[in-house]
């Protein structure tokens, strides 16, 4: 008796950039006998059956009986994994018990099911009672989609269009012509030759004259930081989690250092009260709450004679993720910011004099991950050293300032976008009402200086929305880090403009906000 699994693995790249939607279909049969080379040669999606009477089942159930026998050991050493060019992948496994039985009979999905779920649990002493082999199965799938599509993962930026890629499909340039922003789509034609270009090496950006590379992930420039980011302990992590934590009845290790609750629902956006939260924390004057450091590391890398106090640093909540030391899958749904961004974003020049900035082409859910802040790390001094001038693109680490102090220069970072980043670099400056609210991420380092910034939309956003996040400038400081400009974000509660009016148009906005909860 052969039983055969297949996983098909479909890449599809979605437009011009290099992400890859992972389908997988699962089938057995269980028939005499099986050649790997006919697994070669399979032409389409769907696995025959072959050979006389034959058992055919969908989905991750396939998988089960597989693991089973793994899981028992009770099989010969002939497992084979064959695969197609399209991705297809054939897992046979044969044994022999069944042959020559007269009362051989094929037991139904659920008596298999449940055996193999009692003998798991007797005979390898599991005791979570949520043990279910189906996710066994399931992660065995995703190990060979793991393994299979490991090099595309070092692949960057995900769903990320260049502006004229967008527009040379039809489908996108009816839906701008349609729109309000036809205009902007004759500006951009025009406009052609100074769009960015983005490729999977690189992204140019003509505008400035400057050279931007888009990177995946944060460059470490120090190698010190290397050292002290990644030779991390083993605490904070949930090692003997298993599958998918959002699904255990137990909290694990990193729930409960994200406030001691899963952050993220079921279905991978942000749960409304923490959401909720987190705007009211940073927008309402009244909730917002300022920490401040004894020694500001700001003010201590302008190196003047005198050291002003510390102007505060907003307190925020921060989530956990689990990572690569957890026991769990990387499909967990504790994890999303490390699966980087699912959108199709697009970068566009704004027809109100804000330069580049970056929308979405497809409506997002609120509470929806757009994507993270990157940007080569560096400490404050470094900043101030590297360029005496303003920066268009850093953003503070500065989260934990308040709260734990920062004694080392080292401590005190910033991810500056200037020479590498990714598209969050092009989010425009919205005051108070922005459709994104930034949230330190915690991924592979528990390390509090350093975390990931990652932007959640705080509404619904509607298709060609242009994406915002409130930079937190206090438009009178000239001391900030980032340089200033003038303000065009058009919202009603500008702080460019009067702040008197503003304060309390803003207090007024959030009882209203309040009311309307
Ligand atoms: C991080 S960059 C955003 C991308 C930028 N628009 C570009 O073309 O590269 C920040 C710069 O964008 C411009 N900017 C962002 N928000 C703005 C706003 N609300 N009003 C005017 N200019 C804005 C300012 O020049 C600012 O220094």
């Keep these: 008796m052969v039983l055969e699994c297949a996983v098909l693995a479909n890449e599809v790249a979605i437009c011009s950039c290099s992400f890859f939607y992972i389908l997988f279909v699962v089938y057995i049969t269980v028939r005499q006998g099986i050649q790997t080379k006919e697994v070669c040669q399979w032409g389409t999606f769907r696995l025959q059956n072959q050979i006389g009477r034959n058992l055919q089942l969908q989905g991750v159930r396939g998988i089960a009986a597989v693991t089973l026998l793994l899981l028992l050991k009770k099989f ?111 500006r951009m034609l025009n406009e052609s030759f100074n769009a960015p270009q983005c490729s999977t090496n690189g992204f140019v950006d003509n505008v400035g004259g400057k050279e931007l590379v888009v990177v995946p992930q944060h460059e470490l420039t120090p190698d010190e930081l290397r050292f002290c980011l990644f030779g991390i302990g083993d605490e904070s992590c949930c090692q003997t989690c298993f599958g998918d934590c959002l699904l255990s009845q137990q909290l694990c290790t990193c729930a409960r250092h994200s406030g001691g609750n899963f952050v993220y629902t079921s279905a991978g956006v942000l749960k409304e009260d923490f959401l909720e939260e987190c705007i009211t924390m940073t927008r309402d004057p009244q909730q917002q709450c300022l920490l401040s450091c004894v020694e500001c590391p700001l003010e201590r890398s302008k190196k003047d004679d005198v050291l002003e106090p510390c102007k505060g640093h907003l307190k925020r909540n921060v989530i956990k993720e689990c990572w690569s030391k957890c026991g769990c899958n990387k499909r967990c749904g504790n994890r999303v910011v490390q699966r980087g961004v699912n959108y199709k974003l697009q970068v566009f020049l704004t027809p109100d004099g804000k330069g580049w900035g970056l929308r979405t082409l497809e409506k997002l859910p609120k509470g929806a991950f757009v994507c993270e802040f990157v940007g080569e790390i560096l400490t404050i001094s470094e900043l101030y050293t590297r360029n005496r001038e303003k920066h268009a693109s850093p953003v503070l680490l500065d989260a934990y300032w308040g709260l734990t102090g920062v004694s080392m220069d080292e401590e005190a970072l910033c991810l500056d976008a200037t020479c590498y980043g990714n598209v969050a670099r092009f989010i425009n400056h919205r005051c108070f009402d922005a459709n994104l609210i930034e949230i330190p991420v915690e991924v592979e380092s528990p390390d509090l200086h350093y975390y990931h910034l990652a932007f959640f939309t705080t509404r619904e956003v509607e298709a060609l929305e242009e994406l915002t996040w409130d930079y937190g400038l206090d438009f009178g400081d000239l001391d900030h880090p980032v340089k200033q400009f003038q303000c065009r974000c058009g919202s009603t509660f500008c702080r460019n403009m009067k702040r008197s009016t503003n304060v309390s148009m803003v207090q007024g906005l959030i009882r209203h906000d309040h009311q309307m909860n």
């Design 76 to 186: 010969p050493s002939s497992l084979e994994i064959a695969s197609t060019p399209l991705g297809e992948v054939k897992i046979s496994l044969s044994y022999n018990s069944a042959l020559g039985r007269p009362n051989f009979r094929l037991p139904s999905v659920d008596e298999l099911r449940e055996l193999m779920e009692q003998r798991c649990l007797r005979s390898y002493k599991l005791i979570d009672p949520n043990f279910d082999v189906f996710k066994v199965l399931g992660d065995m799938c995703e190990c060979i989609l793991e393994l299979a599509t490991s090099s595309s993962n070092n692949l960057q930026e995900v769903n990320v269009m260049p502006a004229l890629d967008v527009l040379k499909k039809s489908s996108a340039r009816d839906a701008l012509s349609n729109s309000e922003n036809g205009c902007l789509l004759a």
